[in-house]
C-alpha cells in the first residue's frame, strides 16, 4: 500500500511540474515586441524594448542629455536640455513608425517591432486606393 501512495505523490508531482512548465512556456515566453530604435546622427545606439520599464539617460559631449522614458508599453522623453524642448513635448509613441526626434541633439527615437507587416500592408492599401481614385 506504501508503494501506490508513493505512486500516487509522484504523479501529482509531475502533473504539477508538467502544468507549470506549459504556463512558463506560454506567459514567459519572450515574444516579438514593439522595441524602441534610439539614433544619433543616423547612428543606432540602443534598443529597449517597450515592454520593459526604464528610465535611459542619454548624454554626450557635444549633443546634451536627453532621458528616455519608457512605461506602460509607450516611450516619451522625459527631460532634456536641448534649446527649444521639442523632443519633450511631443506625445508618447507607442506604435510601429512613430518617432520622437530631438533636432538639436540628433537624436532619434522610432518605434520598429510588433506589428510591422500588417501596419505597412495596411498604409501601402490605403495608398494605393487614393491613387486609382478616379478624377473628375
Ligand atoms: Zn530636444
Known amino acids: 500500500m506504501g508503494l501506490k ?3 500516487k505523490y509522484f504523479m501529482i508531482l509531475s502533473l504539477t511540474a ?3 512548465l ?3 512556456q506560454r506567459y514567459a515566453k519572450p515574444q516579438e515586441g514593439v522595441m524602441a530604435v534610439v539614433e544619433r546622427n543616423g547612428e543606432i545606439i540602443g534598443h529597449y524594448s517597450l515592454d520593459d520599464g526604464q528610465r535611459i539617460v542619454f548624454e554626450e559631449e557635444g549633443y546634451g542629455r536627453n532621458v528616455l522614458m519608457i512605461r506602460d508599453g509607450k516611450a516619451y522623453m522625459e527631460e532634456a536640455d536641448c534649446p527649444d524642448k521639442l523632443c519633450v513635448k511631443q506625445k508618447p509613441v507607442e506604435k510601429y513608425g512613430e518617432s520622437i526626434i530631438c533636432l538639436p541633439h540628433r ?3 522610432r518605434i520598429t517591432g510588433g ?3 500588417d501596419t505597412d500592408a495596411v498604409v501601402g492599401a490605403l495608398k494605393l486606393s487614393d491613387e486609382i481614385k478616379p478624377s473628375g
Open 18 to 20: 508538467a502544468a507549470s
Open 5 to 7: 501512495k508513493n505512486d
Open 107 to 109: 537624436l532619434v527615437i
Open 115 to 117: 506589428e510591422a507587416g
Open 22 to 24: 506549459f504556463l512558463w
